[in-house]
């Protein structure tokens, strides 16, 4: 069993005041053993008594006893308060405690500003304390380890808090209480509140006058507060709130003053940043991450070849066979995923190798016909077998060209063996994008530059007649990126500018159409 020490519904019988002297006790203690302090004021020269209830009595000239009962059950405590020097003061009055064998014991804090009383509760040898506070001015009770209240009116309140442990096996109820002092707004000072928000984050800007020792409690709208030095909170979901802060100087009566103001957590605004590099050796893939902002981030990293994808940071992937294919990456904030939810795509080229044997494919096209050039080390007597992609037949030497028939994007891969060695394997792919090729252009020159390209993509060219000319660029995938738009041109040399440097590296094919017929272009980014 624990020990209880409690001041059962803190059972006042009766008191007996002259002038202006009062007081009440704060009751603590563990099993049979009891403290006492006497909270009183008024008296110069005091002297405090308190009869114990079975038959002891203590008289002292300071507010602190200690008692050690021989048994359980309930006790009346029968207290006084005076000035031995001022017959005039003098205060009397009962408690009522109950002893119940056990080890538990509780307490707690209150902090006033101004209009605003800040309650922490703890207690010792407990499993799961429920707290209920009593503010004293008839307001319904609130359940918590850690409240705030506001007052409407000052004056002196009666504040009780009931503590039970909600375990079976630890019987456990205590009661206490305090008597505070809700001090009534004055002028001799003034404060103002502003409240900077940087997303879901609201830093309080407390400005006050008055004197030095202030004191502020801040009630942030969202059930929860904070006090100096304390300044700043971060908003669990995104609403309007209304923020108040509550300012006082220690020692100066007449300063007590509050202001509020509101703020708004905007769901849509936020400073998420994501984007991710992938870093290719042989079929592996590992993914380098830059992001911020989030303040729960989650990674998710589809491979695109048909996998289940990957949760988490670092994130890295095998690719059964060699091939182009597109990651996707999600960054996403769990405590505001409405804020903050990007998606990035990249492609990459996985080729493989064994045997000591390696092969780098390089791909030119104009329009839907494409040359490729296959160059293979580490085979005695090497072998080439090139896969165009769109199922035509494939082509068993190191270099060649093909024309496609169709529209679309298509993977072409080599293949490098070596006749005496069948541990000598080579795998290697690009991807081309064909939009469609009339049999004349259009154009008598047509230059762009620079290929590889950083940032700006400069296009030369002349037209055979004048006309509207269009240039598209589509990523490797075949989406569209970049696009002029239609403008019209004489048959003279004109030029466009295309800013890529936001793109991701990689392969891109550049649309150039006339009113006469078009052609495309591969780029390196």
């Not at 050690?68 to 009962?94: A, K, M, T």
């Not at 289940?308 to 597109?326: C, K, L, R």
């Not at 060695?421 to 090729?437: D, R, Y």
């Amino acid at each position: 069993m624990k020990a209880l020490v409690s001041v059962l519904f803190l059972l006042v019988l009766a008191n007996t005041s002259i002038g202006q002297c009062d007081a009440y006790l704060n009751i603590g203690g563990i099993g049979s053993y009891v403290s006492i302090e006497f909270i009183a004021n008024g008296a110069v020269n005091a002297q405090y008594i308190i009869d114990w209830g079975d038959g002891s009595a203590d008289t002292s000239s300071t507010p602190f006893f200690e008692h050690n009962y021989s048994s359980d059950g309930q006790f009346v405590l029968f207290y006084i308060y005076e000035d031995l020097d001022n017959p005039n003061c003098y205060f009397s009055s009962f408690d009522s405690i109950i002893l119940t064998g056990g080890s538990c014991s509780m307490g707690f804090n209150v902090q006033t500003v101004a209009f605003a009383a800040a309650l922490e509760a703890f207690s010792d040898n407990t499993s799961i304390p429920i707290f209920t506070v009593d503010w004293g001015d008839g307001g319904p009770t609130e359940v918590g380890q850690s409240l705030l209240h506001v007052y409407a009116e000052p004056g002196n309140y009666l504040v009780c808090v009931q503590m039970v442990d909600a375990d079976p096996s630890l019987p456990c109820e205590l009661y206490e209480c305090q008597n505070i002092e809700i001090l009534d707004e004055g002028t001799g000072c003034a404060v103002d509140l502003q409240v900077e928000v940087d997303v879901q984050t609201a830093t309080a800007v407390i400005s006050g006058s008055g004197g030095s020792n202030a004191n502020y409690i801040i009630d942030w709208g969202d059930g929860q507060f904070d006090s100096n030095p304390i300044v700043e909170h971060t908003y669990p979901i995104p609403a309007i709130y209304t923020v108040c802060v509550y300012y006082g100087i220690d020692g100066n009566t007449d300063c007590q003053t509050s202001d509020c103001t509101e703020v708004n957590i905007d769901p849509f605004a936020s400073d998420c940043y994501f984007d991710f590099v992938p870093v290719v050796t042989d079929l592996s893939v590992d993914i380098e991450v830059l992001a911020a902002g989030a303040i729960e981030p989650e990674y998710f990293f589809d491979w695109g070849d048909g996998s289940d994808g990957e949760y988490g940071i670092p994130a890295s992937h095998v690719y059964n066979g060699a091939g182009t294919y597109e990651i996707c990456g999600t960054y996403t904030d769990l405590s505001n995923p409405i804020a903050c939810q990007i998606n990035v795509c990249a492609s990459v080229t996985v080729s493989s190798s064994s045997g000591g044997c390696d092969v780098v494919l390089s791909v030119s096209q104009s329009g839907s016909e494409v040359t490729v050039d296959a160059n293979g080390t580490g085979a005695v007597e090497p072998t080439y077998f090139i896969e165009w992609g769109d199922g035509a037949l494939p082509l068993l030497t190191s270099t060649g060209s093909h024309t496609y028939e169709n529209e679309g994007v298509f993977e072409i891969c080599v293949t490098y063996g070596d006749l005496l060695n069948a541990t000598c394997s080579a795998t290697s792919c690009e991807t081309v994008v064909v939009l469609g090729v009339e049999e004349w252009s259009g154009f008598t020159s047509l230059q762009v530059w620079p290929n590889p390209v950083e940032e700006l993509l400069h296009i030369d060219f002349s037209n055979v007649n004048a006309g509207f000319v269009n240039f598209r660029l589509y990523d490797a995938m075949g989406r569209l990126t970049r696009d002029t738009g239609v403008k019209q041109t004489s048959g003279n040399l004109n030029s466009f500018v295309l800013d890529v440097e936001s793109l991701v590296s990689g392969a891109y094919y550049l649309e150039c159409i006339t009113s006469q017929g078009s052609e495309t272009l591969r780029i390196i980014k």
